[in-house]
């Protein structure tokens, strides 16, 4: 498929354990980014990158967040010690250059019991 | 601090009227504003986006105004139908290369 693709679509995690969180952009856009989407809101960034480089992490809420894309591609929002306040749908999206729209995944709800 | 609202209540309209859908915002000075759609379960799906210097872009039965002064962005969906309900994101961008700062949606139903 052409679109942005995310694994798992779905993800049930016990408080404390790691989580790991897989986007699959559109090839060749150069732009991607990571949003958090709680229920009844709308997306709030977490993070960007142009290719492999990691230009802005400023939405991440705590140290536990970590994000990577080290070929310039994939990418994958790793989430260590989940707590239940991290419980939200994840969404990747990329672009082809800046000023342009961006292209969704489907996200990934995360659930943390 | 930055702020963007949308309505917060739902919005229902008979099919075949016109959906009007408001975007404010505040303490931003955006250079373009996006809508999306995002339907249940599923990611946010680009619709339009229009730049601080103009003034009203149309596509198809979609038209969306940008006034700078009145920091404000009205959505239309004209002959509205079914199949037009979901909810509709407005976004604006904060700077440099496309972060997108979103508003929480209006959820628009169109009822037969």
């Known amino acids: 498929g052409a679109g942005v693709s995310q694994s798992p679509r779905y993800k049930v995690a016990k408080r404390g354990q790691d989580v790991a969180l897989r986007c699959d952009p559109i090839s060749g856009h150069v732009s991607l980014f990571w949003y958090q989407q709680a229920l009844g809101q709308g997306p709030e960034f977490l993070t960007y990158?142009?290719?492999?480089?990691?230009?802005?992490k400023s939405g991440l809420p705590s140290d536990r967040f970590f994000a990577e894309r080290p070929e310039g591609s994939v990418s994958t929002l790793k989430i260590q010690r989940t707590q239940q306040e991290d419980s939200a749908v994840y969404l990747c999206?990329?672009?082809?250059?800046?000023?342009?729209?961006?292209?969704f995944g489907p996200g990934t709800r995360l659930t943390v019991t | 601090s930055q702020k963007i609202e949308q309505n917060s209540e739902a919005l229902n309209i008979q099919e075949g009227k016109t959906a009007t859908l408001t975007c404010n915002y505040t303490?931003?000075?955006?250079?373009?504003l996006q809508w999306y759609r995002q339907d249940p379960g599923r990611g946010p799906v680009f619709l339009l986006l229009?730049?601080?210097?103009?003034k009203e872009k149309r596509k198809e039965r979609l038209k969306v105004t940008f006034d700078t002064t009145l920091k404000q962005s009205l959505f239309h969906i004209t002959a509205s139908q079914p199949a037009d309900s979901a909810t509709y994101l407005c976004?604006?961008?904060?700077?440099?290369?496309?972060?997108?700062?979103f508003g929480a949606g209006t959820r628009l139903a169109v009822h037969p």
């Open positions: 303490n931003y000075s955006p250079a373009y």
């Open positions: 976004a604006l961008d904060s700077g440099g290369y496309n972060k997108l700062i």
């Open positions: 999206a990329s672009s082809s250059a800046p000023d342009y729209e961006q292209y």
């Open positions: 990158f142009q290719n492999e480089a990691q230009l802005d």
């Open positions: 229009i730049r601080e210097n103009e």
